[in-house]
């Protein structure tokens, strides 16, 4: 596809749930972010790849988040025993260089019961 | 301690008018600066981005950067209701290899026709 794909675009679980959201990058594009957006904030930064690793991590909250990019491409941003405080449109971006130009997915709105 | 911040807004201006955000930031170190829109419902978009001190123009928008205060600004000349969104600046920290790209919590605009 053309832009960045992020799915599911909506997730309703139960707290205490494992969840998984999944994001496929513009082809070619080696950086790839993740953020998460409550309403009425700015994104905010969780993870940052370049190519399969994690460049930066710092701004995942706690041991309860994790991400992988096994290929260089497709990621995965796992929660582990979700709470309600986790709920949010989680945001993935990809750039071709890292340098901070993002283009980014239409987001998976993350609803925790 | 990364921060950027914005007035919150919202910021209301006539159509045809010109309006302008503007954005500081607390890293003196840090080299890129953007301005994203977000319309209600939607994912971020980029539309500015600035490096070097002084004006950047690019149709009817400008940005405005100035190191020395860590200070970052975006007019919008001839504002069209169609501009009625959150402007998000953003700044990149870069270091040990990461660039990590912060949001502001962003600007309300409303361009009253």
């Known amino acids: 596809g053309a832009g960045v794909s992020q799915t599911p675009s909506n997730k309703v679980t139960e707290k205490g749930k494992y969840v998984e959201l999944r994001c496929d990058p513009i082809s070619g594009h080696t950086a790839l972010y993740w953020y998460r957006q409550s309403l009425g904030q700015g994104p905010e930064f969780l993870i940052y790849f370049q190519g399969t690793g994690a460049a930066d991590d710092s701004g995942l909250p706690n041991d309860r988040f994790f991400a992988v990019r096994p290929e260089g491409s497709v990621s995965t941003l796992k929660i582990q025993r979700t709470e309600r405080g986790d709920s949010a449109v989680y945001l993935c971006?990809?750039?071709?260089?890292?340098?901070?130009?993002?283009?980014f997915g239409e987001g998976s709105r993350l609803t925790v019961l | 301690q990364k921060e950027v911040e914005q007035n919150s807004g919202p910021l209301s201006v006539p159509e045809g008018a010109i309006a302008s955000l503007n954005c500081t930031y607390s890293?003196?170190?840090?080299?890129?600066f953007f301005w994203y829109r977000q319309y209600s419902g939607k994912s971020p978009e980029l539309i500015m981005s600035i490096y070097s001190n002084g004006d950047k123009e690019d149709g009817r928008f400008t940005a405005q950067l100035n190191k020395a205060s860590q200070y970052v600004s975006l007019l919008i000349r001839d504002s069209q209701p169609s501009d009625s969104a959150t402007y998000l600046c953003a700044v990149v920290y870069s270091g040990a290899g990461s660039y990590q790209l912060t949001f502001g919590k962003g600007t309300k605009l409303s361009v009253i026709p």
């Open positions: 890293d003196r170190g840090s080299q890129s």
């Open positions: 971006a990809s750039s071709p260089s890292g340098t901070g130009e993002l283009f």
